[in-house]
C-alpha cells in the first residue's frame, strides 16, 4: 500500500483545511486508517483514526470536536478535516494504514501498529 498526502499549507487561526490521503492498493478497505502529526522538536502524535466502518472513529482529546476523519472506500482515500485550527496544530500530518483491527481503542493511537506510512504534507497555523 502506498499512501500519498495533500492538502497542506498555511492558514490563520480558526481556519479550515481539508487533508487528503490517496492509498493504492485494492485493499484498502480492510485498513484501518490513522492521521499523525508531528510538531518541530516533538514526537509523532496520534491525531485521529478510522476503521472500515464510518462509525467507528477515534480522536485524540486535543483535537476532538474541531477535526473529523472520514474515508470513501470507493475512492481509496481518507480525509481529515480540520477547523477551529490553533497555532498548535502546526506540524507535519502523516497518513497511515495499520496492519490489523483491534477491540481497544488504544491500539490505534500507538504509531507503532500502522505498517504503511506516507510522506506527510505541511500544515501551519498563524496566530
Known amino acids: 500500500v502506498q499512501l500519498v498526502e495533500s492538502g497542506g499549507g498555511l492558514v490563520q487561526a480558526g481556519g479550515s483545511l481539508r487533508l487528503s490521503c490517496a492509498a493504492s492498493g485494492r485493499t484498502f478497505k480492510t485498513y484501518p486508517m490513522g492521521w499523525f502529526r508531528q510538531a518541530p522538536g516533538k514526537e509523532r502524535e496520534f491525531v485521529a483514526a478510522?476503521?472500515?466502518?464510518?462509525?467507528?472513529?477515534y480522536y485524540a482529546h486535543s483535537v476532538k470536536g474541531r477535526f473529523t476523519i472520514s474515508r470513501d472506500n470507493a475512492k481509496n482515500t481518507v480525509y481529515l478535516q480540520m477547523n477551529s485550527l490553533k497555532p498548535e496544530d502546526t506540524g507535519v500530518y502523516y497518513c497511515a494504514a495499520a496492519a490489523t483491527y483491534h477491540s481497544s481503542n488504544y491500539y490505534y493511537t500507538q504509531d507503532r501498529n500502522y505498517v504503511y506510512w506516507g510522506q506527510g504534507t505541511q500544515v501551519t497555523v498563524s496566530s
Open positions: 478510522s476503521t472500515w466502518s464510518a462509525g467507528n472513529t
